[in-house]
């Protein structure tokens, strides 16, 4: 007979979600379930085997279980009709019922469900879930209808690896679509009075916890209490992250159990029967999941919680397993994308290790010692989470294990002192003041403990995304381990997982020279990657998206494994070239080694901010003019412009134009480049001696390009700059253009696209591509587009 049926049922349903994210017809569906049908049918009746009884008919719910998950995800994946109904925003009016409202540090969004959406001229739209922004102080209820008119929006699709995702983040939370709200209307006051109760007791707590705390442990209590996070300290956001117990900071399994044991503990203490203590006790943990917002991982605690206390009720035996693949059923049968959150992955991989592997590590090491299984129970969820924090964070906190030894002892006193605390304050305030000071201490002490960790070496180490091979090396590894401990218990079986975390962790050699070409919006930034694993950033600037080092540029770098930089070039001192590359260095995670800066002398007061931000940061600062030379192994990278005895108008016009070679590949970088420097480029492109001119000295190891294989246009594509003699001269192959989509500068302008196209170039632009890179060993050349490669 089979043990765990909930299991079986669970694997069912994913593998009809995986057929329908695949986008398989339903003809390969239907030959899915028939083989499964008939599967089914030769194991229980005509061969012969241990596993698979008369009795197990479960299994033929399992086909249609199938036919289910397929559908439900087919469904899920399907854009509402409104969608192609505009490009990506447009001016409109809503109506719809609030579900839900969260607050933010710039106002709120407001949930709005079953919409209908009225565009000029056309016929009214239905769409399910759409998310309002808005600012006013109006208090808008659960169950209002509202009105609201202003710009409705489609979600941004990442354009770069390692940023965020926001269409598929929203995608997963089942909301269509946002909206900046210019003026809302409440038409129905109608409301939930359950909500408006829940609402209320939320407002005070935090109204008290603010009161009786200082702003960093308040923001942090209610994060972890409430699930509002917009009162959040970014500097305790970041030491909780690098230490890894920001899971601390997320309504968990942890906050539910305790609450949920204390409350059904203290209703069987004062001799409620067992039967209404169990839906009391469900209700209290339900209520708290709503006032919280439900975040996957609470909807996931809420459920294994109600799974336990119904299985005590009726006499049955908690199943970890069991509980986590009915919690996770139901949460698929809601919402089935929820499988790519990270929420859901890593709140169900901690729950996995603790079910699958702490018995294991148990048995491998038999002891009685508490401290010893705490030890081995986050080592167990450390292994089954590390894929997915690797997948989404790019970095492993290296002393995690440790971290969360030494902070999660206190985690039951920090929550029921905490509460009783925001009781206590809410009806007499100098009480929750005088309660609230074990929790203040623990919350400092946290903080203390994650500021050691953080100055430790190595206590982030990054890894980068990795790919789809390692990652399912690791998972089969893992599988092996459990086997090999159930079968023959031998101590050395503990290499294996060690072995798949190399594997998993271990930096990939760059076998040839990658460059990517970043989407920044209007601006510029480059990364270059040799062989010799030497990493480049020219430039990284944006007048248009806003802290584009932190969301753009810095994510970017950590999915390729990079937290160092041993070059980073300024091409001139605009803010759409260096904007990015201020935040990075004040943030100073970023290790840079050397900052090269045109050799001019007319500095302005940009170029001056940088360079001394450099210094304070005790980075090496050096100046490149016509004629230097940076070389790297066969890479050979050459400054064309500035000479050192130019005079610039502008900061445009001392822009540092490099010409990279490594064997038959040849890259020109012309930065934000003028008519009068292009004719300088060109005369010196066509005649090196001519260097001899500007800077005194003639560089013989220089051979022009005959013709280019890439071209980075200049100044984002406006046509004042790479003239057809120019592009006649140089001849690229394919021609690069960094500029922000529907720019107020109009770039590229038509009249340099038509020059382009005049010599047959390749052109493609960062809006429309998303990040460029380009793969040569100097012989061959590749070129992806990002947003081609991951619709």
């Given at each position: 007979?089979?043990k765990?049926?909930l299991?079986w049922?669970l694997?069912a349903?994913l593998a009809g979600m995986y057929l329908a994210?695949l986008?398989?017809?339903?003809?390969?569906?239907?030959?899915w379930?028939?083989?499964l049908?008939?599967v089914i049918?030769l194991l229980m009746y005509?061969?012969?085997?241990?596993?698979?009884?008369?009795?197990?008919?479960?299994?033929?719910?399992?086909?249609?279980l199938l036919?289910l998950g397929y559908?439900?995800m087919?469904s899920?994946?399907?854009?509402?009709?409104?969608?192609?109904?505009f490009?990506?925003?447009?001016?409109?009016q809503?109506?719809g019922?609030?579900?839900?409202?969260v607050e933010?540090?710039?106002?709120?969004a407001?949930?709005?469900h079953?919409?209908?959406i009225?565009l000029s001229?056309e016929?009214?739209y239905?769409c399910?879930?759409?998310?309002v922004?808005?600012?006013?102080?109006?208090?808008y209820l659960v169950?209002n209808?509202?009105?609201?008119?202003?710009?409705l929006q489609?979600f941004?699709k990442?354009?770069n690896?390692?940023?965020?995702?926001?269409?598929?983040?929203?995608?997963?939370?089942?909301i269509?679509f946002?909206?900046?709200?210019k003026?809302i209307?409440?038409?129905?006051?109608?409301?939930s009075?359950y909500?408006?109760?829940?609402?209320?007791i939320k407002?005070?707590?935090?109204t008290t916890?603010?009161?009786?705390?200082?702003d960093?442990?308040a923001g942090a209590?209610?994060?972890m209490?409430l699930g509002?996070?917009?009162l959040l300290?970014?500097e305790i956001?970041?030491?909780?992250?690098?230490?890894?117990?920001?899971?601390?900071?997320?309504?968990?399994g942890?906050h539910v159990?305790?609450?949920g044991?204390f409350?059904?503990?203290?209703?069987?203490?004062c001799?409620?029967p067992i039967?209404?203590?169990t839906?009391?006790?469900?209700?209290?943990?339900?209520?708290y999941g709503?006032?919280?917002?439900?975040?996957v991982?609470t909807?996931?605690a809420?459920?294994?919680m109600?799974v336990f206390?119904l299985?005590?009720?009726?006499?049955?035996t908690?199943?970890?397993?069991s509980s986590?693949?009915?919690?996770a059923?139901l949460?698929f049968?809601?919402?089935p994308?929820?499988?790519?959150s990270a929420?859901?992955?890593?709140?169900?991989g901690?729950?996995?290790?603790?079910a699958?592997i702490?018995p294991?590590l148990?048995q491998?090491f038999?002891?009685?010692?508490?401290?010893?299984d705490?030890?081995?129970?986050s080592?167990?969820?450390?292994?089954?989470t590390t894929?997915?924090?690797?997948?989404?964070?790019?970095?492993?906190?290296?002393?995690?294990?440790?971290t969360?030894?030494?902070?999660l002892?206190?985690?039951?006193l920090?929550?029921l002192?905490?509460i009783?605390?925001?009781i206590?304050?809410?009806i007499?305030?100098?009480?929750?003041i005088f309660?609230?000071?074990?929790?203040?201490y623990?919350?400092?002490f946290?903080?203390?403990?994650?500021?050691?960790g953080?100055n430790?070496?190595w206590?982030?180490?990054?890894v980068g995304?990795?790919?789809?091979?390692?990652e399912?090396l690791?998972?089969l590894l893992?599988?092996?381990?459990?086997?090999?401990?159930?079968?023959y218990?031998?101590?050395i079986?503990?290499l294996?997982?060690?072995?798949a975390l190399?594997i998993?962790a271990?930096p990939q050699?760059?076998t040839?020279?990658?460059?990517?070409f970043?989407d920044v919006?209007?601006?510029?930034c480059?990364?270059m990657?040799?062989k010799?694993n030497?990493t480049?950033l020219?430039?990284?600037?944006s007048?248009?998206?806003m802290?584009?080092?932190?969301y753009?540029i810095?994510?970017?770098l950590?999915?390729?494994g990079t937290?160092?930089?041993?070059y980073?070039?300024?091409t001139?001192?605009?803010?759409d070239h260096?904007?990015g590359?201020t935040e990075i260095m004040?943030?100073g995670?970023?290790v840079?080694?050397?900052l090269i800066?045109?050799?001019i002398a007319?500095k302005?007061e940009a170029y001056?901010t940088?360079?001394?931000l450099a210094?304070?940061k005790?980075?090496?600062?050096?100046y490149?003019?016509?004629g230097?030379?940076?070389l790297?192994g066969d890479?050979?990278?050459?400054?064309l412009h500035?000479?050192?005895s130019?005079e610039?108008?502008t900061s445009?016009?001392y822009?540092?134009?490099?010409?990279i070679?490594y064997g038959?590949?040849d890259m020109l970088?012309?930065g934000?480049?003028q008519q009068?420097?292009?004719?300088?480029i060109?005369?010196?492109?066509q005649?090196?001696?001519?260097w001899?001119?500007?800077?005194n000295?003639?560089?013989?190891?220089?051979s022009p390009?005959?013709d280019?294989?890439?071209?980075?246009?200049?100044?984002?594509?406006s046509k004042?700059s790479t003239?057809?003699?120019f592009?006649?001269?140089i001849q690229?192959?394919?021609?690069?253009?960094?500029c922000?989509?529907d720019?107020?500068?109009?770039h590229?302008?038509?009249?340099l696209?038509d020059?382009?196209?005049?010599?047959?170039?390749?052109?493609?632009?960062?809006?429309?591509?998303g990040?460029?890179t380009?793969?040569?060993?100097g012989?061959?050349?590749?070129?992806s587009?990002y947003r081609?490669?991951?619709k």
């Amino acid at each position: 007979m089979i043990k765990r049926p909930l299991v079986w049922v669970l694997a069912a349903y994913l593998a009809g979600m995986y057929l329908a994210w695949l986008r398989s017809s339903v003809w390969i569906a239907a030959v899915w379930i028939g083989i499964l049908l008939l599967v089914i049918y030769l194991l229980m009746y005509r061969i012969k085997n241990r596993w698979i009884c008369h009795c197990d008919t479960f299994l033929w719910s399992l086909p249609f279980l199938l036919l289910l998950g397929y559908c439900s995800m087919g469904s899920q994946m399907k854009k509402p009709e409104l969608y192609q109904a505009f490009e990506q925003e447009i001016t409109c009016q809503l109506t719809g019922q609030v579900t839900m409202v969260v607050e933010k540090q710039w106002g709120r969004a407001i949930y709005v469900h079953n919409n209908l959406i009225i565009l000029s001229g056309e016929d009214p739209y239905r769409c399910e879930n759409v998310i309002v922004f808005c600012s006013d102080d109006q208090n808008y209820l659960v169950g209002n209808q509202i009105t609201v008119s202003g710009t409705l929006q489609k979600f941004s699709k990442a354009s770069n690896p390692g940023q965020f995702n926001e269409q598929l983040y929203y995608q997963i939370e089942n909301i269509d679509f946002k909206m900046e709200a210019k003026s809302i209307t409440v038409t129905d006051s109608g409301y939930s009075r359950y909500h408006l109760i829940l609402g209320k007791i939320k407002n005070k707590l935090i109204t008290t916890y603010a009161a009786i705390l200082s702003d960093k442990e308040a923001g942090a209590l209610i994060a972890m209490l409430l699930g509002e996070k917009y009162l959040l300290n970014d500097e305790i956001k970041q030491l909780y992250q690098e230490n890894g117990i920001s899971h601390l900071l997320a309504i968990s399994g942890l906050h539910v159990s305790l609450i949920g044991m204390f409350v059904f503990g203290l209703l069987r203490r004062c001799k409620v029967p067992i039967l209404p203590a169990t839906f009391l006790a469900i209700f209290f943990i339900y209520s708290y999941g709503v006032l919280t917002n439900f975040s996957v991982s609470t909807n996931r605690a809420v459920m294994m919680m109600v799974v336990f206390l119904l299985s005590s009720l009726f006499g049955k035996t908690y199943d970890m397993l069991s509980s986590m693949a009915l919690s996770a059923f139901l949460i698929f049968l809601q919402n089935p994308l929820q499988i790519f959150s990270a929420g859901f992955l890593l709140s169900y991989g901690a729950v996995l290790g603790i079910a699958v592997i702490f018995p294991c590590l148990k048995q491998l090491f038999q002891t009685k010692n508490s401290i010893i299984d705490s030890l081995l129970i986050s080592t167990s969820a450390q292994i089954t989470t590390t894929p997915f924090v690797l997948f989404f964070f790019y970095q492993f906190p290296t002393y995690g294990i440790l971290t969360n030894l030494i902070i999660l002892p206190f985690v039951t006193l920090l929550t029921l002192t905490s509460i009783f605390a925001g009781i206590a304050g809410a009806i007499y305030l100098p009480l929750g003041i005088f309660l609230i000071g074990g929790a203040n201490y623990i919350l400092r002490f946290y903080e203390w403990v994650c500021q050691i960790g953080s100055n430790l070496p190595w206590n982030l180490i990054t890894v980068g995304k990795p790919d789809m091979l390692r990652e399912l090396l690791y998972v089969l590894l893992t599988a092996l381990f459990v086997l090999t401990v159930r079968h023959y218990n031998k101590k050395i079986s503990i290499l294996i997982p060690l072995a798949a975390l190399i594997i998993l962790a271990y930096p990939q050699a760059n076998t040839d020279l990658e460059v990517t070409f970043l989407d920044v919006g209007q601006g510029d930034c480059i990364y270059m990657e040799s062989k010799s694993n030497t990493t480049y950033l020219i430039d990284g600037g944006s007048t248009d998206v806003m802290n584009v080092g932190r969301y753009r540029i810095k994510p970017f770098l950590l999915s390729k494994g990079t937290d160092k930089l041993d070059y980073v070039i300024m091409t001139h001192s605009d803010s759409d070239h260096i904007s990015g590359l201020t935040e990075i260095m004040e943030d100073g995670k970023m290790v840079i080694k050397n900052l090269i800066l045109p050799d001019i002398a007319n500095k302005d007061e940009a170029y001056l901010t940088l360079e001394a931000l450099a210094k304070e940061k005790n980075i090496k600062v050096s100046y490149i003019k016509t004629g230097d030379e940076l070389l790297d192994g066969d890479i050979h990278i050459f400054c064309l412009h500035p000479s050192s005895s130019y005079e610039a108008a502008t900061s445009n016009a001392y822009s540092a134009v490099l010409s990279i070679s490594y064997g038959n590949f040849d890259m020109l970088l012309t930065g934000d480049l003028q008519q009068d420097g292009e004719e300088r480029i060109t005369d010196l492109l066509q005649d090196p001696k001519l260097w001899k001119e500007y800077d005194n000295q003639l560089i013989s190891n220089f051979s022009p390009a005959v013709d280019y294989d890439v071209l980075k246009v200049a100044h984002h594509g406006s046509k004042y700059s790479t003239s057809l003699e120019f592009l006649k001269l140089i001849q690229p192959e394919f021609s690069i253009i960094s500029c922000g989509m529907d720019n107020s500068y109009g770039h590229p302008h038509e009249e340099l696209l038509d020059r382009l196209d005049n010599i047959e170039s390749d052109t493609m632009i960062t809006y429309e591509s998303g990040a460029i890179t380009i793969w040569t060993d100097g012989r061959r050349m590749g070129v992806s587009e990002y947003r081609k490669c991951y619709k």
